[in-house]
C-alpha cells in the first residue's frame, strides 16, 4: 500500500491563491491580571509595513489573554523613537512594557524590521532584533517577533507562527463540497489543501508538521490518506475491510496508530508507516477508537465503551496493560495530551452537553472548561497554552480557542460555511 | 456497474415505491462509482425504469411492494445504542428471511448516528448498529456474502436539525438493495 502514490485527481486541489472569507477572532472572556504592553512604531514611521506589523503582533498578544495591549490614548506625550525611552512616565501611565517596531525599505521588495522591547518596570531594554523581510512575509515576520516577545514577558514559548488545519464544509445537497484547510494560527491565510464531494473527516498533523493524515470518503467509505504539505501528494495508507479511521501519529511519525474493525469490533491497531505492517493492539467487543499516544510514545490513550458508555483508557505498549483514565460525567471520549503530558483534554458530557473537559493527570483534578452544546475536537497548542476545539453558533459550527485553566476564551469567525475539527500544527 | 434486477413472481398487486436495483457486491470497487451521487442517493433514479415494467405487466419483486414489512428500509436506534428495537425485528427477519430464499440477492447495510458526541465514535457506532442488523439477518438464513457493511457515522444524517425527532430519523441503518 506503501507503493499506492495518488496522483492529484480530480477531487483534489492545491489552491495557494489567498482566501476572501477570513477568520475573525473575537476574546469572549479576558484575563484581569493581563500583563499591560504598548505595541507602536516610532514616530518617525507611518509605513503600511510597520502598521501592519504593529497590527498582527497587538492581535496575537491579545489573544494570548496574558498580555493586554494598551490604546494609544494612554501613552505618554512626547515622540517614541528606538534609542530613548522614557521609563517612569509610560509606567507612570500604568504600561509595563513597550514594544518599539521600524521598517525601512532596502531594496524594491526587501525590508528591514527592527524591533525593540523595554521592560518598564525594571528600566531596561530586554530585546533588540532586526529580521528582512518581503512584502509576503510581514505577517510571518509578525508573528515572529510575537514569539519572541510572548518568551521574553512570559517565559513560554509563543505559539504565534504555527499552523491550524480544520475541515470546512461548503455549500447544500449535491452541491456540498468538504474542504481540508490550512491557515496561520490567528485564522488568517487560509488555503485549501484537499476539496472532496464526500466528507472529510480527523484531520491531524504529523509530529513534525510535514503531513497531515486524515479520513476521506471519496471512495464512499472511510479510508485514511497522508498528504505531504510542501509537496501536496497523497497516498492512501489504509483502507482494510471495514472501518479505516482515528489515525493519530506516534511521535517519530513512523507508526500511525489508527481504528480496524477487519477483524470484527472496532480496535486500535498501530501501522508501521515503512514496512505497511499492522499490529492489533486492544482487542475487545464493542468500540474502541480515538486513539492518541503520549509524548514518550509508551502509551496510547483511546475512547472505548467497554464499561458500557466512551469513556478514556490508557494502553502500555509495553505491557499491554489497560486502564481507565476518566471517571466524571457519562461520556469523555475524543482525549487530547498537552505536549508535556499533565493535562489530557476531552469531550464530555455529564447531562449538559458535550463540553471540553481538562483533566489533570498529576493530581486528577477534572475541570469543565466550555460552556457549549456541542463543542468537540479539541486540540491542544504546542506550548500547551490554548485548546482549540469546534463550537456551535446559531446554526452553524465554528472555530474556538479557550486557554487550558478555561479563563480566556476566543472564538474565530468564518464567513462561509462549518467549520469544525480543529487540529494545530506542532512547532515549526 | 448497473445490474438488471432480478423479477420474481408479483405477491400482492400495487403500485409500485421507489425502491431499489442497484445490486452491490460484497467489496465492490465503490472507487468506480466515486463521483457519482452517493450511492443510497441513486436509488431515486433508478424507480422511474422499473415503473414501466410495471405498466406492462411484468412481475413484481416482494421488495417493491409497498404493504411487505420488506418494504420497511430504515431501521432506527436509541442514543448510543446499537440494539435493534423490538418494533423493527420483524422488518429485518423479513429481509433476512428474503436473502436467505433468493441467494443472489445482495443488500448493503449503511450504519449512521446522530450529531450528538464525537465523529470518530460515531463511527464506530454506525458500523455496530449495521452489524446488528447483518447478524439477525444471517439468523434468519442470509449468507455473510450476501450482506455489505459501511458506516458514515453522523456524516450523512437523513435530516437536518438538531431537536430530538431530528436526531432519532439520524440514528439508524439503511437497507440498500
Known amino acids: ?428 | 456497474m448497473k445490474h438488471f434486477r432480478y423479477l420474481f413472481p408479483l405477491l400482492i398487486t400495487g403500485f409500485l415505491v421507489a425502491c431499489s436495483g442497484n445490486q452491490v457486491k460484497p467489496n465492490d470497487t465503490e472507487a468506480n462509482a466515486s463521483g457519482a451521487s452517493s450511492s443510497s442517493r441513486a436509488l431515486d433514479s433508478e424507480s422511474s425504469s422499473v415503473g414501466i415494467e410495471d405498466q406492462q405487466g411484468v412481475m413484481l419483486d416482494a421488495l417493491d411492494d409497498p404493504a411487505n414489512p420488506l418494504s420497511v428500509r430504515i431501521i432506527y436506534f436509541e442514543y448510543d445504542s446499537a440494539e435493534v428495537n423490538q418494533d423493527s425485528l420483524d422488518a429485518v427477519r423479513s429481509h433476512g428471511q428474503y436473502l436467505s430464499v433468493n441467494e443472489n440477492r445482495m443488500l448493503r447495510l449503511e450504519g449512521h448516528a446522530d450529531e450528538r458526541g464525537t465523529r470518530e465514535y460515531n463511527l464506530a457506532l454506525g458500523e455496530s448498529r449495521a452489524k446488528t442488523v447483518r447478524d439477525l439477518l444471517i439468523l434468519e438464513g442470509a449468507q455473510p456474502g450476501q450482506i455489505e457493511i459501511v458506516s458514515f457515522g453522523e456524516e450523512r444524517p437523513a435530516v437536518l436539525g438538531s431537536d430530538e425527532a431530528s436526531l432519532q430519523k439520524n440514528r439508524r441503518a439503511e437497507i440498500v438493495y
Open chain 1, 1 to 428: 500500500m506503501r507503493s499506492l502514490l495518488l496522483s492529484i485527481g480530480f477531487i483534489v486541489c492545491m489552491m495557494m491563491q489567498p482566501a476572501f472569507a477570513l477568520l475573525e477572532i473575537e476574546i469572549s472572556q479576558g484575563v484581569e491580571s493581563a500583563l499591560p504592553i504598548a505595541v507602536t512604531a516610532i514616530s518617525s514611521d507611518s509605513s503600511p509595513q510597520t502598521r501592519l506589523i504593529t497590527q498582527v503582533i497587538s492581535a496575537d498578544l491579545h489573544h494570548s489573554g496574558l498580555l493586554g495591549v494598551v490604546e494609544r490614548e494612554r501613552y505618554p506625550d512626547g515622540l517614541i523613537n528606538k534609542k530613548q525611552v522614557e521609563y517612569q512616565q509610560w509606567r507612570n501611565n500604568g504600561i509595563e512594557a513597550l514594544l518599539v517596531v521600524s521598517t525601512q525599505p532596502i531594496s524594491a521588495d526587501q525590508f528591514r524590521v527592527e524591533f525593540f522591547l523595554y521592560d518598564l518596570v525594571r528600566n531596561k531594554r530586554s530585546l533588540a532584533h532586526t529580521v528582512n523581510s518581503n512584502s509576503q512575509s510581514l505577517r510571518r515576520v509578525a508573528h515572529k517577533i510575537s514569539d519572541v516577545v510572548f518568551k521574553s514577558l512570559i517565559g513560554m514559548r509563543g505559539a504565534f507562527s504555527t499552523r491550524i488545519a480544520y475541515i470546512t464544509e461548503m455549500g447544500m445537497g449535491k452541491e456540498k463540497q468538504y474542504i481540508l484547510r490550512v491557515a496561520d494560527a490567528d485564522g488568517h491565510n487560509p488555503r485549501s489543501v484537499f476539496m472532496s464531494n464526500k466528507q472529510l473527516m480527523s484531520p491531524v498533523w504529523s509530529s513534525n508538521g510535514s503531513k497531515l493524515a486524515y479520513v476521506s470518503f471519496e471512495n464512499e467509505r472511510s479510508e485514511i490518506f497522508i498528504q505531504d504539505m510542501a509537496s501536496g501528494k497523497r497516498e492512501k495508507v489504509s483502507s482494510a475491510p471495514g472501518l479505516n479511521s482515528a489515525p493519530a501519529w506516534s511521535p517519530n511519525d513512523q507508526q500511525l496508530a489508527l481504528t480496524l474493525s477487519q477483524d470484527g469490533d472496532p480496535n486500535i491497531y498501530i501501522l508501521d508507516l515503512q514496512s505497511g505492517k499492522k499490529r492489533q493492539v486492544t482487542s475487545h467487543y464493542g468500540i474502541d477508537t480515538e486513539p492518541t499516544w503520549s509524548a514518550d510514545g509508551d502509551s496510547i490513550y483511546f475512547t472505548s465503551n467497554r464499561s458500557g458508555s466512551p469513556q478514556i483508557y490508557r494502553l502500555s505498549l509495553s505491557g499491554g496493560k489497560v486502564e481507565r483514565i476518566s471517571f466524571n460525567g457519562r461520556y469523555n471520549a475524543a482525549a487530547a495530551l498537552s505536549p508535556n503530558g499533565e493535562l489530557l483534554a476531552m469531550v464530555h458530557n455529564n447531562g449538559q452537553g458535550y463540553r471540553i473537559g481538562v483533566l489533570n493527570l498529576r493530581n486528577d483534578s477534572f475541570h469543565v472548561i466550555t460552556d457549549g452544546g456541542l463543542d468537540e475536537a479539541p486540540s491542544f497548542a504546542p506550548n500547551g497554552s490554548m485548546i482549540i476545539f469546534s463550537t456551535r453558533r446559531s446554526g452553524s459550527t465554528i472555530l474556538s480557542a479557550v486557554s487550558a485553566d478555561g479563563r480566556v476564551q476566543q472564538q474565530f469567525r468564518l464567513q462561509a460555511g462549518k467549520v469544525r475539527e480543529p487540529t494545530w500544527s506542532p512547532f515549526r
